[in-house]
């Protein structure tokens, strides 16, 4: 999963990406420089990463069969979320966009990942 939060500190980019994992092991040098940057780590991804909440976007690259609220809650207004929702089998790539307490919907299109695991799972 990928956060895309703004940081005044990033002024050439204005923005910085961060990463939650649920595989221990290293993809690569860009995960391990990201982890040395405080930029990646291991977690659940149903919780997400509260400490860096409100966040701008979030990209969810597992399929729960529905929003995970933490992660929603993490949103901050106006924010957008790209994420796989469904049962097994039955994806659809969504695009969810937080105003207020409201959420629009929109699926873009079929489709089917990995099935999102952790404790959020069963809520």
Known sequence: MLWRRSSPARATTNSEFLEVG??????????????????????DGYLGWPETAPVDALII?????????????????????????????????SLLRKRGHTLQQDAALPLRFVPMTGTGANC
């Open 61 to 93: 690259s597992c399929a729960p069969d529905h929003g995970p609220p933490a992660l929603l809650d993490q949103l901050k207004d106006g924010g957008r979320m790209i994420i796989p929702l469904g049962e097994s089998g039955d994806q659809t790539l």
């Open 22 to 43: 649920s595989c221990r092991k290293s993809s690569g040098t860009a995960h391990a420089r990201r982890a040395a940057d405080d930029l990646a780590r291991h977690g």
